[in-house]
């Protein structure tokens, strides 16, 4: 299923996962490891033939003058950062469609061969949170003791539709490498890449990690993507209003809305859409 390429002097490696799909609102998990691992040399591929159903996950064509000049193949890499202080492996690219639990098994086995120490799961969700606030977090581990009494976690029983994330983060578990994950709560109405949760997912990986991870022309990314946002709803009085009414209850539960707050605040945009009350969708068109 893959293929391992020699790696030699790797220092207090963690993974990092975040794949192309579910649980990705925004693209945020995606962005944010991309960025993270930068132009990172690749330590390991998988076999496309193997994980994906390419009537769902199509090869890119490219034809030049009519003539079929590339076909690009979804991927799935393991590609290595060097940072000051440890080495940081990032697990990225489409989700896989195909033999999941053979997948996770594999991805445990290249952990276990390269001594990872820790993962961490990166991505989104949509949510009914303003753009005009910071990006709350939702956080999992695998021991109550990998996280601060800071954290915001999903209290009780949360059952969503799985991911493949979830599937590899439960075989290294199995395997003995604790695990975390930071999950972006992006705003519904949000079309595109969403670069402020990105942003926040660097952020908290980063001190998770005790790394320093540059931003770069992320900041520019997120100013710019702010101002639109504003631009488009001071264009539309009932985006304004509807803005205003998520504002209004993020402040109330302090910037960070709970698992049920964040059901609540759906089942009544949903309702409120049902009623003809349509939401607005910068970005969009």
Do not use: C
């Given at each position: ?159 969503v539709p799985g991911a493949a994330v979830n599937i590899v983060e439960r075989a290294l578990t199995d395997a003995g490498i604790p695990a975390v994950g930071f999950w972006a709560q992006v705003p519904h109405y949000v079309a595109g890449t969403y670069y402020a ?89």
């Open positions: 299923m893959y293929e391992l390429e020699p790696v030699e002097n790797l220092v207090a490696p963690a993974l990092i996962v975040a794949f192309q799909g579910w649980v990705n609102a925004g693209n945020v998990g995606t962005e944010a490891s991309d960025h993270i691992v930068a132009e990172g040399a690749a330590v390991a591929t998988f076999d496309p033939d193997a994980l994906f159903d390419y009537r769902s996950n199509r090869p890119i064509i490219d034809f030049v003058d009519g003539r079929l000049e590339e076909v690009s193949w979804p991927y799935l890499t393991l590609r290595r950062a060097e940072y000051a202080r440890r080495d940081v492996l990032v697990l990225s690219g489409s989700e896989p469609d195909w033999q999941w639990k053979a997948f996770g098994r594999s991805v445990a086995d290249i952990a276990t061969t390269l001594g990872v120490v820790e993962v961490v799961s990166l991505g989104g969700v949509p949510a009914a949170t303003p753009h005009t606030y910071p990006t709350p977090l939702l956080t999992t581990a695998s021991r109550p003791d990998l996280i601060g009494p800071d954290e915001q976690l999903p209290e009780g029983l949360l059952r949760g990105a942003v926040a997912l660097i952020d908290r990986a980063a001190r998770h990690l005790g790394i320093t991870i540059p931003l770069d022309d992320l900041v520019d990314r997120v100013a710019e993507q702010r101002q639109q946002l504003d631009a488009t709803v001071a264009a539309q009085p009932d985006s304004q209003a509807y803005l205003e009414r998520l504002e209004s209850m993020a402040a109330a539960q302090g910037e960070i809305p709970s698992a049920d707050d964040i059901a609540a605040q759906v089942e009544r945009f949903l309702q409120d859409a049902a009623e003809g009350e349509e939401p607005f969708g910068p970005g969009e068109g």
